[in-house]
């Protein structure tokens, strides 16, 4: 089974800096991955995907992602924190025995909430 | 374009108690999906549609829970005789194939809260 850890339960960075979160996942072939994002008392939002071609992601809110199989990783990586990033983020991998049936079985990972200091 | 909407968004209820959530799709969404959160956790797969079709279960689903969607359109989720650990966040989400490069849209969930 295909299965994503998220290194750090908790972030936090200044308005302003770098934003990295990291995600790995396992996988025995090619994986289709994803970023959500959830704000408060709200559902996930995508914020970007990965399924097959350039392995560097550009999303919404000028966060990107880069797939690296070498290394089983797809961080999320944002230039310059602004205030209103502060959320939920959950790293995703989909599931390939549903896959291969059609259907798009997410497996998430526990997701990294993202403090921002002004 | 309405989005998933999720009904009702919080629910309390005593331990024994059955519930039912119901989430409307996007219009014309074959494929829905029910995801079930806990505090700190990630979502969690439960059962998948598609169109009034139910093609798989989480054994996560208990024979406490069942799923429908009649007609294709809206889906209910019903828990019976709740427990305390049925207390999570169950998120629904909806999607038109695209090939193989479907995108979920999520609702806003409907977190239970079992006493």
């Known amino acids: 089974a295909q299965s994503v850890t998220q290194l750090g339960s908790h972030v936090s960075v200044s308005e302003g800096a770098l934003v990295l979160l990291r995600c790995n996942y396992s996988s025995s072939v090619p994986p289709y991955l994803f970023w959500y994002v959830q704000y408060p008392n709200q559902g996930l939002q995508l914020l970007l995907k990965y399924t097959t071609g350039a392995t560097l992601v550009k999303g919404i809110n000028g966060f990107e992602a880069e797939f690296k199989k070498s290394e089983t990783s797809f961080h999320l990586t944002k230039p310059s924190a602004h205030m209103s990033d502060a959320a939920e983020y959950f790293c995703a991998v989909s599931d390939l025995e549903l896959f291969n049936q059609g259907a798009q079985k997410l497996v998430f990972g526990q997701g990294t909430r993202l403090t921002i200091n002004p | 374009d309405t989005g998933v909407s999720q009904n009702p968004r919080h629910k309390i209820t005593k331990r024994g108690q059955n519930v039912t959530f119901r989430c409307d799709p996007i219009?014309?969404?074959?494929?829905l999906y029910w995801y079930r959160q806990t505090l700190g956790q990630g979502p969690e797969f439960l059962t998948y549609f598609q169109n009034e079709a139910q093609l798989e279960k989480s054994r996560l689903l208990s024979d406490r829970f069942s799923a429908e969607r009649p007609k294709g359109s809206f889906s209910t989720l019903e828990i019976q005789r709740t427990e305390q650990g049925d207390s999570a966040m169950y998120l629904c989400a909806s999607s038109s194939r695209q090939g193989r490069q479907e995108t979920q849209y999520f609702g806003p969930g409907t977190r239970l809260l079992v006493l």
């Open positions: 219009s014309e969404h074959n494929r």
